[in-house]
């Protein structure tokens, strides 16, 4: 067991699978001898050579259109997106080929690539270095979305992506990068894909939530005094439905917590669900705190946007009067 | 049949006032007033003083992630000296020195940086777009900058600027391919700083030049010492002459280097030999200028120490105005996504809640607001 942060975690998983299987490789803008802008890569080119950890011309659709390739070659390619705002120009390759390949060739051609991405707001930094576009992802066919919160499942998830045999999407929620340590088996463990976690027990309601914003409900759920269970959902898609339906059955009400924008955010998807499967048993209205239909403010003004304490305070409070 | 040649070409590139102080008096005749250089040395004075401050401003947690300009700053100034009003200036970040000289407000782009969008309220009448943050993609807007100018039958230019880099993008090769074959008045200024955060030139180009890619889209090219004033006002010369007469894009390669490391956030010394950084210090492009102007006797000590004092007055006060001005409104974000505001939009602004929305109307109206219309932290 050691003590460590989320890249610390991240890190760790890729030295260890690039160790077990030598198809894996990284590769992205300035993972090489800089180690990644977040350290995340760091010691990964001196460890395993030019040929292995790759910095890219300065081209998000032909890092994310050669991965594939790479992938449909047989190889494990890990590439790093170095900021979800810059997905933009990969956009067209993640959506029309990785997403599609296996179904479009029948299967014969597949594309076993992880894609590494910075997600999310609350670490002060310029435009488009905030955003949170997992819902985008998760409205496209073909692909798997997560987003761990924290270093544990960090470690085995990224496991999983990475010997998964279709493309995940690997969101890394850089607000909680550093801001807290957690023990990680030095031994190689997987945490499945498609599993949500429920952080903590309760009776009264179920809160929902991912990535970053996890951190937020706890202190929430903390400062409610409330017997409130707390449902991360650590893959995005597929989504673990069965998890969230059981604990809505018991408590009767629920409320989704998420950064992106409010319209067509996960959380739709969420409530939906929770209709279709919890209908008799809800007790109340299903509960969004979300981000605002705005674009991402610049960051004086990003703590108004995010969803705190406060605005998730509120919504339990209302959620538990109904 | 013989294997014939069917295109050959060169490059060329142009040096006036290099780093040794030597000036090719032909190429440079009658090129810039010899008050205007004047002008121009004590603006790079001062830019490079905000640029200093700046550093020390993020340094001491007043201000976020800053992308230093210190050694480029002769790039984007001779290229505005040298456009008109009517022009547009279409930069990315490293452009200070070309945005300030155009008009833009100094604190304009302190408050960028320092987190705040009000910084990019540009004034009226000022053709600058704002600082883009997704590299390589304003090329294509000055395109159609350009394209909209010769649509009205204007005689305006667009120059639109970009790092090593960002020539790696798509949009930039869509951009060239557009402006070259529409026939379009547009300057593709290329600022070759030798790095993109942690990753040399060389991986974005492994032609000797990145001038050719202007060349391969069928423009003129034409690679320029970046660090040399009077390289840049030779070439953007003939570029805007090209542009505004024959609506003919030009690439001009500026050669120069990124004397900081790529922003704030960054160490350059992880991937940087202190050797190059070193050499480079030597051709800083206020260093050679100030030793034209004192050759000239335009220039002395005397002179130096005012532009000093004038320098560090200006920016103290510009400083002053970023950080004195009023916390934005907590729904200032909200104001300018649409002209019309959606309902929905309305009301999550109204409320500052997007849940229990739609339950309770009567409470939406009511008492209870609490986090509207308060000033943020
Ligand atoms: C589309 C996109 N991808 C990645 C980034 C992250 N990023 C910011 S600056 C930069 C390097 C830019 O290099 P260059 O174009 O040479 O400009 P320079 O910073 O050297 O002036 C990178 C990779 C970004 N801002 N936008
Ligand atoms: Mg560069």
Redesign the pocket.
Known sequence: MANLTLVQAINLALIQEMEKDDRVLILG??VGRNGGVFRVTEGLHQRFGDARVVDTP?A?SGIIGTAIGLAMGGLRPVPEI??E??L??AYDQITTHAARFRTRTRGTLTCPLTIRVPVGGGIHAPE?HSDSPESIYAHTPGLKVVMPSSPYDAKGLLISAIRDPDPVIFFEPKRIYRAFREEVPEDEYTVPIGEARVVTEGEEMTMISWGASVIQCMNAIEASGRSIELVDLRTIYPLDIETIARSVRKTGRAVIVHEAPKTCGLGAEIATLIMEHCFLQLEAPVQRVTGFDTVMPYYKLELEYLPDETRIGRAIEETAAY | MPVKTVYNTAIESVSILDEHGNFDAKLGKGLIPDKDVVKLYEHMCVCRHLDEVAFKLQRSGRMGTY?ENRGQEATSLGAAYVLKPQDWLVT???ENAGLFWRGLPMESILLHWMGDERGNAIPAGLNVTPIA?????QMLHATGLGWSMKYRGEDGVACTF??????S?GDFHEAANFAANLDLPVIFFC?N?G???SVP?RI?CSAPTLAQRGIAYGMDTIQVDGNDLFAVVYAMKAAVKRARTHHRPTFIEAVTY?LGD?TTADDARRYRDPAEVESWQHKDPILRLRAYLEGKKLWNGAKQEAIEAHAKETISAVVKRAEDIDAPSNVDFFDSMYVTMPADLRVQRDTMRTSSLGQNPAELQGAPQPAAAHVAR
């Not at chain 2, 943050?133 to 993609?137: E, F, N, R, Y």
């Not at chain 2, 970009?162 to 020539?167: E, H, I, K, Q």
């Open positions: 803008e300035d300065l998000e170095q900021f705002g810059f933009g120009p488009l | 992308p990315c970040y490293r943050i997704p590299i390589g993609t970009f790092g090593d880099g960002a020539t993008e600022q700083n790095w993109a955060i030139s974005q990124r790529h």
